[in-house]
């Protein structure tokens, strides 16, 4: 099946990345392509890496830029960036770029098990291999399960849902998404049900536990920042808040210079920034996108520069 996916934020994040055309660029979320199209278009000589760890994903890029010398895919996940290119002996790139989130595709295939309009088996890995959330729902404790919905879904009715899906197993293993999400909307005030899909949020936070997503996000933020050479650019596109509060952190931690107190009148730490940012406010979609692409209503896109090292 093809991987189709319609990218987000596509001009700002590669105008983002200030593309060289005899640079070395990293797509570290490929997807379908989208944005790895748009950088490979502005590169002459140089070379764009582009990994994905869904088998979809690989299938349709390879695909797609089979006849692009300027072209290298990698089936991997974005975290482990810094091995994947260094056995391919690239130590160092002009910029990385991070489409963070489940795709299109992802959420459009119903035997992928990502949604709750679609009736389909609980799966929701992006690797297709691992752990899926049908496994944690049928074996995970109330109290695991509450601290996942609570903690990444930021469900205020964690634990009554946790219940719901516990006392549902006693009777019967919880093997679907409609399942799932009848559970949920069983669990839930009646006043929470009107106010939009009650399911949203639980299989947000299922997801992204099935996934490891923020553990991955933590972890390939700092070997993209580590990959760059000086002046090399990072973009990150995310799509809810718990993502966005990472990546703002972690590019305001390098933006950082010195960490004396305020009524020092010299600077004995000697601390200076790491990164410079680009925008200081994350960008988000214009109304055109918005219109086009719904999906784009909640990416924000934050970019940073990796200052020049002293010597």
């Known amino acids: 099946m093809e991987f189709s996916h319609t990218p987000v934020l596509l001009k700002e994040a590669v105008d983002g990345l200030n593309i060289k055309p005899n640079g070395i660029y990293v797509d570290g979320t490929a997807g379908g392509g989208g ?9 002459s000589s140089g070379k764009l890496i582009s990994i994905d760890q869904d088998p979809d994903a690989i299938c349709t890029i390879k695909q797609k830029f089979k006849d692009n010398h300027n072209s290298i895919i990698i089936k991997g996940n974005f975290s482990d960036m810094k091995a994947l290119l260094e056995q391919r002996g690239i130590c160092r790139v002009d910029g990385v770029l991070l489409d963070i989130g489940v795709s299109s595709h992802q959420l ?18 992006m690797s297709q291999s691992g752990t899926s959330a049908k496994d944690l729902v049928n074996t995970l404790s109330q109290g695991e399960l509450s601290r996942i919905i609570f903690n990444y879904g930021e469900e205020k009715y964690a634990n009554s849902i946790a219940k719901g899906i516990v006392k549902a197993r006693e009777e019967k293993p919880v093997n679907t ?5 009848e559970i949920i909307r069983n669990s839930v005030p009646e006043k929470v049900r009107r106010a939009g899909h009650p399911a949203r949020k639980t299989f947000q936070a299922l997801r992204i536990e099935v996934n490891h997503e923020l553990d991955y996000l933590k972890k390939g933020l700092e ?3 580590e990959l760059l050479s000086d002046g090399g650019r990072l ?16 590019m ?3 933006c950082q210079g010195c960490t004396c107190p305020k009524d020092f009148p010299v ?3 000697g601390k200076k920034p790491r990164a410079q940012s680009i925008s200081r406010k994350p960008i988000v979609a214009n109304e055109q996108e918005l ?8 990416a924000k896109l934050r970019i940073c520069k990796k200052c020049v090292e002293n010597s």
Do not use: Y
């Open 177 to 181: 998404t409609f399942e799932l999400a």
């Open 35 to 43: 944005h790895s199209a748009e950088i490979l278009s502005r590169l």
């Open 235 to 250: 973009a990150v596109i995310t799509f809810h808040s718990l993502e966005d509060r990472i990546v703002k952190q972690t």
């Open 291 to 298: 219109t086009s692409n719904p999906r784009s209503r909640s």
């Open 267 to 269: 600077c004995v730490c």
């Open 108 to 125: 459009d295939t119903p035997e992928r098990g990502f949604s709750f309009h679609e009736d389909a088996e609980l799966d929701m890995r």
């Open 223 to 225: 070997e993209a920042f």
């Open 252 to 254: 305001a931690s390098w």
